[in-house]
Each structure stands twice: as C-alpha cells, then as structure tokens.
C-alpha cells in the first residue's frame, strides 16, 4: 500500500445524514484498523446546517477542506426549513451542485442491488425479481438541464415564465459513454443507453455518439429505449438490465426508480467521479441517493447501508482498496440474509427482525469481523 494514511473531508449535512454517517465512520474504521492504514476525517458543515451556521450552504472552509482531501464522504442536504430561502440559496442548489461543477464530477454511479434475501421488500411482483438483481446506472452528472444556460424565470406578457436549457456536448457524451462501456466490460457486458431521441435533439445526438463510442467496444452489446419506456421495462424486466447510461435528469429519475425497486432508497449508494487520475484513481464524492428523510431524522431508526455502502465506493474508487471495499459489501449482504432490517425494508417476513440505526451498524460490523478474522 503506497500511502497508508488518507484525507477524507466528511460532510454529514442535514436530516438522518449525521444519523447514517456515524455508523459509516465506524465501518470505515474497522477496515482501516484491521488493514493497517488510517483515514483522517475533517467534519465540515454543508447544506442547511451550514446556512444555519454561516449563512451559506457552501462556506469557504468546507470547499477548502475538500480541496485538500483524497475524496469526499458526503451525507445529504436539504429539508422544509430552507425551502422558503432564494432557490440559489438552497442546500441542494447552494452545495451539491457546485460541489459537482466545482471538482469536474462528471460521473454518477448508482449501483442498484436487490439481495435474493431482500426481494420480499420490492414492491415487484416476485416472478420478476427470483434470485435477486444487479444493475449498474451510469448518470452524467455535470450537463443537461441542471446546469444548462439560459436558465431562470422572468415575466413575458404579465405572467412568469421559467426557462431551464438542455445542452450537451458531443465531448461530455462521450467520455460518459466511455465510463458506462468500460463499466460493462467488468460486469455483464450489455449497456442500455437512455435517451428521448424521438422528441428532443439532444436524444439524437447523445444515440448517435453512444454508438461511435460502442465501437470500440466490441464485446459490449448496446441496446436503446427511450426514457419513457425504460420506466417500465426497469419494472417489468429489471433482471435481463446490466449497465443503464443515461444523461443528467433521466438518470435521476430511473435511478431512484431502480433503488424502489430493490427494496429501498436507503440501500442505495453512489460515486460522482471526475477523471482518472494516476494510477487508475478518481477523486470522488461519495452519498447515499435517499436524501434527507427529515420526517425521521433524530429517532435513530435511518437505514445507514447506503451511506456505508458509498463508503466501501469510496475505497475503490478513490483509494484503490477494492479487497477492503468488498469485505464491506459481503458484510452487508450477510447482515441481510441473517434477517436485520431498518424500518424501511422491514416487512414481517419470517426469519427478518427490526432493529435501529445503530443496531444495524452493529450488525454490520459483525459480520465485517467474521469475514476479517
């Protein structure tokens, strides 16, 4: 290990985020400890917690702290407390967005995973989803309609008009493309490529570059459904899906979708990364997709997989600890399949029992000893 010490710039945010971060820390620690290196954690505020302490949803000194660090572990922002704030002054506008421009975060990965244990908590029939399921969504995270200029509102002819421009280019296709082909080839080797290429002109240019970029891909099979229709097959098929690549907002939409569908939001982690550094590594920033569940933050009832699962991201993708990253995933699963469900994937089922927040991480990381003794 050529650096056995890392920087990790820890920003828990709002809501169940402190809650589901604790029990990460505590994962984390336990691999670092029993593989002999050290993450050095600098806790800064972000979100609304920030605007509360500072006035800004992304002070200075949290920007700089994740300059300094070797990847960002990140909880989520916002919450009904600052929807009444300027829409530019809100958590979400105000410091996940910026974050992502600020550090090149072009590429979402949003793995969506429903253990063979854990199918009796999808809300799809059980025909479809025997055996459990798979699949990988590859979001471009830096372009489309998020960040596309002109964008506001204004008055024409006496009433308000909200304008928000979709743009992409041929350049931010293809390197996207490139991360969900090379992502195939580790996996399944199939990508399904989301699009509108029926109705918008960014759907046809974004088929059309997908399709140079497959290629040189030749192993890789690469289908299209346009957005709509993936919807539905996601539901109706989700075990015959490998890689999903999609833009900015379809990927938003489908990948929430696809966390429904395996049981719960809060099994659901991700990795926004920028591009390959040395050695193979991405600086990265690493959440759960469920956001900020402010109807139970402070009961300690949160489910923490996908923060601690964003957290075994954060060792690969980052750190290039990819033994260490799948001890926390096989721990995971085994905590599954021994029966332990948070509330939102506790269903009654025989052989599951309901434990808390903390609970969970204590089971998890049980089983982490198990796999490491």
Same mark, same amino acid.
């Given at each position: 290990? !050529? ?28 691999? !670092? ?25 992304? *002070? ?7 300059e ?17 704030? *300027? ?7 105000? !410091? ?27 809300p ?40 928000? #421009? ?22 399944g ?28 891909? *030749?192993?890789? #099979? ?5 957005? %709509? ?38 099994m ?17 920033m ?15 009832? !949160?489910?923490?997989?996908?923060q ?28 599954? %399949? ?8 506790? #269903? ?16 998890i ?9």
């Amino acid at each position: 290990m !050529a650096d056995s010490s890392y920087r990790i710039a820890v920003l828990a945010g709002d809501g169940i985020g402190p809650e589901v971060m604790a029990q990460a820390r505590r994962v984390l620690d336990a691999v !670092a400890s029993a593989n002999s290196f050290s993450l050095n954690y600098d806790e800064q505020p972000v979100g609304g917690a920030a605007i509360d302490a500072v006035g800004s949803a992304l *002070p200075k000194e949290t920007l700089a702290s994740c300059e300094k660090s070797d990847a960002i572990l990140f909880g989520s922002v916002g919450g009904p407390k600052w929807e009444s704030l *300027p829409p530019a002054e809100q958590p979400e506008r105000g !410091a996940l967005l910026p974050l992502r421009k600020h550090f090149g975060l072009f590429a979402n990965l949003r793995p969506s995973i429903c253990y063979p244990s854990l199918t009796h908590a999808s809300p799809v029939k059980d025909e479809l989803i025997e055996g459990g399921f798979d699949v990988l969504c590859v979001r471009e995270l830096t372009g489309g309609l998020y960040f596309g200029s002109p964008k506001g509102t204004r008055e024409e002819n006496g009433e308000k008009v909200a304008i928000d #421009t979709m743009v992409y280019r041929e350049s931010e296709i293809e390197r996207i493309a490139h991360v969900a082909f090379t992502a195939a080839k580790q996996r399944g080797n199939r990508v399904t490529s989301i699009d509108k290429a029926n109705v918008l002109e960014n759907g046809i240019l974004w088929r059309s570059v997908v399709e140079r970029v497959a290629q040189s891909y *030749p192993e890789v #099979t690469l289908d299209h459904l346009y957005v %709509d229709n993936a919807a539905m097959q996601l539901i109706r098929r989700p075990r015959e899906f490998d890689v999903v690549l999609a833009e900015n907002l379809f990927g938003d939409i489908l990948s929430d979708e696809m966390a429904m569908i395996a049981g719960s939001l809060g099994m659901l982690s991700s990795a926004s990364l920028g591009a390959s550094k040395e050695g193979g590594l991405y600086f990265g920033m690493y959440e759960p997709s469920g956001g900020t569940a402010p109807d139970i933050a402070g009961q300690g009832i !949160a489910n923490p997989i996908a923060q601690i699962l964003s957290g075994a991201m954060l060792l690969r993708y980052s750190l290039g600890l990819a033994a260490e990253a799948t001890a926390i995933e096989k721990a995971v699963q085994a905590t599954i %399949d021994e029966g332990a469900r948070t509330g939102d994937i506790y #269903t009654g089922a025989e052989g599951t029992h309901q434990v808390n927040t903390e609970a969970m991480g204590d089971a998890i990381l049980r089983q982490l000893a198990n796999t490491q003794s």
